[in-house]
């Protein structure tokens, strides 16, 4: 069985071909079901993730714990098994926290192909862990950033990798408070369960980015956010059940589930266009799902 580490992993998903590869899955489909979600010590959530499609199963078992920050360890670790569908025999192990940072990255890139301006320059990342990264690169690539600016509860956090970013060739600064105009894109990779992003400071044409806040009971945009914007969730299962964006912006009576407009594999199969006026304001809810996972690891594996 192939065992491939977090370097070799990124090295064998570079971010056109794995944004394609998204493209593809979320177009034609897979089995994936919802994601199993158990708890652990001290807030911790025990994740399983299974999708089976092209002759292959996979399973990705991640283990998010929010106390890690504290220990100056990450708060996910994440490995992913794939196996042939047919005789069960494991194919490879790959390194499954930088297969979600990458593939999470890459899905939002597919979503913005949609739904953000095309000639989107400025980018705001919230947050300054591995997810937070990873969208900052993946944007730049895509869109060849002019700037890229990194905020987080823990200023020395966005300090840190602006200057990662930077020795990557990013124009990347910190930001010592969230500012949100003026930017095109604006990406959210937080665990935080109060808003960070307020609907009444968005201006026409933003493209909101929103990929934390994967539990009910957490959150990164407001409602007034979610009902100014044209919303799409990556699927609508995750989405409605376990988006706390979502989820909290229903109960609280701002929207109804139709004000989700569409799921990404709407938009791949042309279904839905996306963003139709540049003037629009725009939002991406990404929760995850396995299809994306499977995706990348069949990438990764064959080369």
């Known amino acids: 069985m192939r065992q491939m580490d977090r370097r070799a992993v990124a090295a064998a998903l570079p971010w056109g071909r794995l944004v394609e590869a998204l493209r593809a899955v979320f177009a034609e489909g897979c089995e994936a079901p919802l994601r199993h ?27 998010v714990a929010p106390g890690n920050a504290a220990r100056g360890l990450p708060a996910v670790h994440a490995e992913y098994l794939l196996s ?8 490879a192990l790959l390194d499954g926290g930088e297969l979600t940072d990458r593939r999470t990255a890459a899905a939002s890139v597919l979503a913005a192909r949609f739904l953000a301006r095309p000639d989107s320059r400025r980018h705001l ?6 997810v937070a990264a990873a969208l900052a690169e993946a944007f730049h690539d895509a869109y060849g950033m002019e700037e890229t600016a990194i905020w987080a509860r823990r ?6 990798l602006a200057a990662r970013l930077c020795a990557h060739g990013l124009n990347a600064r910190p930001l010592r408070e ?4 003026g930017y095109d894109v604006i990406s ?20 909101l980015d929103l990929v934390g806040a994967y539990r009910p009971d957490m959150r990164e945009a407001d409602a007034a956010a979610l009902a100014r914007a044209l919303c799409v969730v990556d699927t ?68």
């Open 37 to 63: 979600r158990h708890p652990l010590p001290e807030g911790g959530t025990l994740l399983l993730m299974p999708a089976i499609g092209l002759g292959h199963s996979g399973v990705k078992i991640v283990h």
């Open 84 to 91: 042939d569908a047919v005789t069960g025999a494991p194919v």
């Open 125 to 130: 990342v919230l947050g300054a862990g591995r």
């Open 155 to 160: 200023p020395e956090q966005a300090e840190a």
């Open 178 to 181: 969230i500012a949100l105009e």
């Open 188 to 207: 959210a990779a937080t665990l935080a369960t109060e808003p960070l992003i307020r609907g009444a400071a968005l201006r026409p044409g933003q493209h």
């Open 236 to 303: 609508r299962a995750g989405g409605l059940a376990e988006a706390g964006d979502v989820v909290q912006a229903i109960a609280e009576g701002a929207i109804t589930q139709a004000h989700i407009a569409a799921e990404l594999a709407d938009l791949c199969r042309g279904a839905h266009p996306g963003r139709t006026d540049p003037a629009q304001i725009t939002l991406f809810k990404s929760v995850g799902w396995a299809g994306e996972d499977l995706a990348a690891a069949l990438l990764a594996t064959r080369g």
